[in-house]
């Protein structure tokens, strides 16, 4: 088969697979080195200490050479399995604050979150982790690139 | 500098098939996708152009020029046909996202004579898109 695009970038151009995962979470967001008072004011609603959820979406944007032989960046049969097992099967239906351990000490907001993801994702063998996306609602969104 | 960004879709058929492996190793690098009767994808491309607007016109780019171009060059050449058998650009090439995206851009990029290519993201579900950047 001939290759299109071996090195990563050909024709001026960079080349990047993405793809979209779901899971849905509980969280609160608190401080515990901010008074009770000064949480309420970061964090208002979001401070509720019963929690509330989301559904998450996760956009995974992974980047490489596009092997000739299977015309693919990464194989999304490589791809899932690792983000499943990684992300979506331990943070799905979960309480992040109590549940992830992480989160134990670091407030879960969708930054922290990004941040998480990303660190538990760059270890991906088969192709290059470019950046992480975290959609909390339709209107509120994080990327890190690990920058 | 702006981006302006155009939308188009196509709809065809494909499948993933190297014939220089065997048939049990095509089926496990490419799962369902061997079918070798093929399936198909609503695909939704997003073009984006980079560049400064002219002061006259307040326009990077006629978006009305941009959309025939990518009639005439995309949506024409790919859509209701069978990729791995109709797009002569394709030919010898797995057609995956990546690889689509990656001809998309070739063909667009000489086409594109006012500000210049700056992304091409192709959509093959809500779930899975490929981009190539400047």
């Not at chain 1, 019963?50 to 050479?65: L, Q």
């Not at chain 1, 992040?96 to 351990?101: G, H």
């Not at chain 2, 020029?65 to 650009?89: A, F, G």
Request: glycine share 6%; hydrophobic share 30%; with cysteine.
């Amino acid at each position: 088969m001939s290759g299109s695009s071996g090195l990563g970038e050909t024709n001026g151009r960079k080349i990047s697979l993405t793809r979209r995962y779901r899971f849905a979470a509980s969280h609160r967001l608190h401080s515990s080195s901010l008074s009770e008072a000064e949480n309420e004011r970061a964090y208002g609603k979001c401070n509720n200490p019963y929690g509330h959820g989301h559904n998450y979406f996760v956009e995974v944007t992974v980047t490489g050479p596009v092997d000739p032989a299977s015309g693919m960046i990464a194989n999304l049969g490589d791809l899932d399995p690792f983000v499943m097992r990684e992300v979506i099967e331990p943070f799905d239906q979960r309480y992040l604050n109590e549940e992830i351990p992480e989160f134990r000490e670091n407030v879960p907001t969708t930054e922290n979150l990004c941040k998480e993801i990303y660190r538990r994702l760059a270890k991906f063998p088969k192709a290059r982790l470019e950046r992480v996306k975290i959609q909390e609602t339709s209107n509120n969104s994080c990327e890190y690139a690990g920058d | 500098m702006v981006r302006i960004t155009r939308k188009v879709e196509f709809s065809a058929a494909h499948f993933y098939h190297n014939p220089s492996m065997s048939a049990e190793e095509n089926r496990r690098v490419f799962g369902k996708c061997n079918n070798p009767r093929g399936h198909g994808h609503n695909y939704v491309l997003e073009v984006t152009v980079a560049g400064e607007p002219d002061p006259t016109t307040g326009m990077l780019l006629d978006l009305k020029e941009l959309k025939d171009i990518l009639q005439k060059e995309i949506v024409e050449r790919m859509d209701h046909r069978h990729l791995n058998y109709e797009v002569p650009e394709l030919a010898g090439k797995i057609p995956t996202c990546e690889n689509i995206a990656a001809v998309i851009w070739d063909l667009l990029k000489p086409r594109i004579t006012k500000g210049r290519l700056d992304r091409v993201r192709l959509y093959e579900s809500d779930d899975l898109f490929a981009e190539c950047t400047a």
